[in-house]
């Protein structure tokens, strides 16, 4: 089956703490975004990469790290930087150019001890 | 001004009725435009894209498109309790990013 997966479903992070959001999509696309969504609040874009090995800074990057190795993939880590991290993170994937149509992984949802 | 502005509801209609969510956005320069719907606890799920002026029908969801009023809107005909989640209007602007709406929460009652 075609898609996007993230892991894990749940994390929870102790303050000092880094911790890397897996996320991996079998799509074939060349484009991964990782976004934030705080209650009450749309999506907030922290990086997006349309290429392997090039990634940008979104609207709300600081504390956050990302790479892109591999087309599949597009691991996420929230450092310590972050002050605020609890929030529930979703990884989209798209076509790059064009349309752009993103599809989203289940989530992750983190929570600091 | 908000870039994409959507009212945050709750919208709610009877079981049958039509529901409509409205969206508006900032950049003249945007080409494409996406609803979502989310469940609570779930991630988004596109459920319409429109990218000329006009109406776009899917089953029983229609978009609307305006582009010279800066408005879009999604109307879902015999809205079922299924259809109770937050809808998410999304645009594309003219540069790369994709700006989205903070949703409206649609309750349909049985």
């Known amino acids: 089956d075609g898609g996007i997966t993230q892991s894990p479903k749940y994390l929870f992070r102790k303050e000092g703490q880094n911790v890397t959001l897996s996320c991996e999509q079998n799509?074939?696309?060349?484009?991964m975004y990782w976004y934030r969504q705080d209650p009450g609040q749309g999506l907030r874009l922290i990086y997006y990469?349309?290429?392997?090995?090039?990634?940008q800074k979104g609207d709300i990057a600081e504390g956050y790290s990302v790479s892109r190795e591999k087309k599949e993939s597009f691991p996420l880590t929230v450092t310590s930087a972050q002050k605020n991290p609890t929030a529930f993170y979703l990884c989209?994937?798209?076509?790059?150019?064009?349309?752009?149509?993103?599809?989203f992984g289940p989530g992750t949802r983190l929570t600091v001890l | 001004q908000k870039e994409v502005e959507q009212n945050s509801g709750p919208l709610s209609v009877p079981e049958g009725a039509i529901a409509s969510l409205n969206c508006t956005y900032s950049?003249?320069?945007?080409?494409?435009f996406f609803w979502y719907r989310q469940y609570s606890g779930k991630s988004p799920e596109l459920i319409m894209s429109?990218?000329?002026?006009g109406d776009k029908e899917d089953g029983r969801f229609t978009a609307q498109l305006n582009k010279a009023s800066q408005y879009v809107s999604l109307l879902i005909r015999d809205s079922q309790p299924s259809d109770s989640a937050t809808y998410l209007c999304?645009?594309?602007?003219?540069?790369?990013?994709?700006?989205f709406g903070a949703g409206t929460r649609l309750f349909v009652k049985a």
């Open positions: 799509l074939n696309h060349d484009a």
């Open positions: 950049d003249r320069g945007s080409q494409s």
């Open positions: 989209a994937s798209s076509w790059a150019g064009g349309a752009d149509e993103q599809f």
């Open positions: 429109i990218y000329s002026n």
């Open positions: 999304a645009v594309k602007t003219g540069g790369f990013k994709t700006i």
């Open positions: 990469s349309q290429i392997v090995n090039d990634f």
